[in-house]
């Protein structure tokens, strides 16, 4: 049994698909970029479906549903320019799952609690202000937390059936969820301000064009694990 | 509802005496003991996927205490730490880089392990739980009933996940030198002892450095400075496995002298809090002092003069550090309990 955060092969994927699993052929090739994880110390049967999409057309579409309430749209929507990488999003992942075992989500579900757990403050619909999609999104991550044998009590899925479920309801490009696509979509300044973390001081005497994109990505770090700090301090009083 | 646990889940190892709380309890791998204090169980675990190390400090409750009075300090001391942790991962390196503070960043918390929704205690919870038809429980084969028996029978208290820090400790390392000198002996020449002594002194200024950037920019007394609460972190080695198998081959020749370059990364802030009186970063210096001296006699001469009075030390690191080093004068007449009471 998979008790590691290791993504499905997506060879797998396409095989089970051309050997008539559940899923239209056409639609497991076009969606091969969701990834399945078992989060470390979680119970083995919580499961993690990650999908990407980029060019997103259909936004405001979707932020209806979750505003009406549409139970079929039981995911978290997530702006990606707000996520800086995996780890960022799977730390959210990891103590929305770990609340929801022990019986304390402070949300409706724990597909809200994914994106509530982004936050550094107490405030729900604040979080989903800044972390949740907007009319706006162009590049959008989906999490659906759920037992990897299917089911949630109010409905039964599997991965290829959120698959050909989002792949019909987002209008995008499928695309991998990934460290460097989020680089490229990551809004650091924006990132910061979510945060409140201030913006360092121009370094004196800037240092040469070699050893910048060295710096960036020290600066970057710094700011997960900043992030990360404030992620596990929220709601401690 | 009769179900067989022992298929389900295993058995803790019979080698570990602490039960961890959920949801450690069950980790593959089993999270491994490092040590452990009067307070705190630190365990080496890994976090969101087993090829990523962390270290899981775990404040178990105390059975001698009241429940609630317990459940207090625990959480006031884990936030505390928590806190002053994620403070000092924003100070970060500014400006010239010199000034830089270390610590392990926090990946997770929780300050109450039996925490609950609001006014959802016990059998309450067993009737929600119930409502839910599909309870995440259940498909672990336990009832509700015994879960919420496990859960109130089970550990209670509070946890940190950190980052691993890789490398070792300052004491770790200056033992190393000391027994590298010890076996070589005569064979040492008098040019290998001098750059020896030179690295390890460069080592004990870019202590002095550390502790100050974080008096200074921290505005964090660290409460418990020794050489084993500080570690020298080899910078190539942010997780690198290439560096780690390197090292397992220097240590098997065991002849060669510890490399004491890196960056210096403070630890265990379980003693620390937010101050910036010159009283109590005084004492914070004398307490490393103390430690220090008795802990590495060989170098114990060296403390004062790099440590603390060198301009790439503790005194050049900001610009109260004068008066705080006169504080410590002071200090060091009278040892580090400046009233009489307590």
Redesign the interface.
């Known amino acids: 049994m998979e008790f590691s955060l290791a993504s499905v092969a997506k060879s797998d994927l396409r095989e089970s698909a051309a050997k008539g699993f559940d899923v239209p052929l056409l639609v497991a090739v076009e969606g091969i970029m969701i990834e399945e994880f078992h989060l470390s110390h979680l119970p083995p049967e919580l499961a993690v479906y990650v999908a990407c999409y980029t060019d997103v057309k259909n936004a405001p579409y979707l932020r209806q549903q979750l505003l009406a309430g549409n139970q079929t749209f039981n995911y978290a929507f997530i702006d990606a320019s707000t996520i800086l990488s995996r780890r960022h999003l799977l730390t959210a992942c990891f103590r929305a799952c770990n609340d929801y075992i022990h019986d304390r989500l402070k949300s409706n579900n724990v597909q809200s609690e994914v994106v509530f757990c982004l936050s550094s403050n107490n405030n729900i619909g604040d979080a989903f202000r800044r972390f949740g999609i907007s009319d706006e999104s162009k590049d959008i991550i989906v999490v659906k937390v759920g037992d990897s044998a299917g089911g949630d009590g109010s409905q039964t899925y599997n991965k290829g059936s959120i698959e050909s479920h989002l792949n019909e309801a987002v209008e995008g490009t499928g695309i991998d969820f990934s460290d460097s696509w989020l680089k490229g979509v990551c809004n650091l300044d924006k990132v910061r301000k979510n945060y409140k973390i201030a913006k360092p001081q121009p370094v004196k005497g800037a240092k040469t064009v070699n050893g910048d994109s060295d710096e960036a990505l020290n600066r970057r770090s710094e700011v997960e694990v900043q992030v990360l700090g404030l992620m596990a301090l929220r709601g401690a009083t | 509802m009769p179900t067989d646990l022992t298929t389900t889940i295993p058995a803790p190892s019979p080698t570990t005496t602490h039960v961890l709380p ?3 309890t069950y ?2 791998p089993a999270p491994v003991l490092l040590t452990q204090g009067a307070e705190a169980l630190v365990y080496k ?7 990523t190390p962390a270290i899981l400090k775990f404040r178990p409750s105390k059975a001698y205490r009241h429940p609630t009075l317990d459940a207090r300090l625990t959480k006031q001391r884990v ?1 505390a730490e ?2 002053v ?2 403070k000092l ?2 100070v ?1 390196a ?4 010199l000034c830089e503070v270390n610590v392990p ?7 109450d392990v039996g ?3 609001k006014g ?1 205690e016990g059998a309450v ?1 067993v009737r ?2 119930q409502g ?6 259940q ?2 084969g336990q009832s509700v009933e015994e879960r919420v028996k496990e859960e109130e029978g089970g550990q209670k208290g509070a946890w940190i ?1 950190m ?1 691993f820090v890789e490398g070792r400790s300052v004491k770790e390392s200056l033992r190393g030198v000391d027994a590298y000198v010890k076996r070589r002996g005569e064979a040492t020449s008098q040019e290998e002892t001098a750059r020896m002594n030179e690295e390890v002194k460069s080592l004990m200024r870019r202590i002095g450095r550390a502790v100050g950037a974080m008096h200074s920019r921290g505005g964090v007394v660290h409460g418990d400075l020794t050489s084993s609460n500080v570690m020298v972190r080899p910078r190539a080695g942010k997780g690198l496995n290439g560096h780690a198998e390197q090292r397992h081959e220097e240590e098997s020749s065991s002849i060669s002298c510890p490399d004491l370059k890196g960056e210096i990364v403070l630890i265990d802030f379980g003693l620390a809090t937010q101050s910036i009186q010159d009283e109590d970063r005084a004492v914070d210096l004398y307490v490393l002092e103390r430690a220090f001296g008795s802990t590495h006699p060989r170098q114990e001469d060296w403390f004062d003069a790099e440590v603390l009075q060198h301009q790439d030390g503790y005194r050049g690191s900001f610009k109260g550090a004068n008066v705080v080093l006169k504080r410590l004068e002071e200090v060091r007449m009278r040892g580090r309990k400046r009233s009489m009471i307590g």
Do not use: C, I, N, Y
Request: aromatic content about 6%; hydrophobic content about 30%; charged content about 25%.
């Open positions: 959920s949801p450690f980790s593959q675990t890994h976090f969101l996927d087993p090829s936030l928590a806190r942790l994620v991962g924003g970060g500014e400006g010239d880089g960043g926090v990946l997770g918390l929780e300050w925490r609950k929704v959802a919870r929600r739980t839910q038809e599909q309870g995440p429980s498909r672990r996940l980052e």
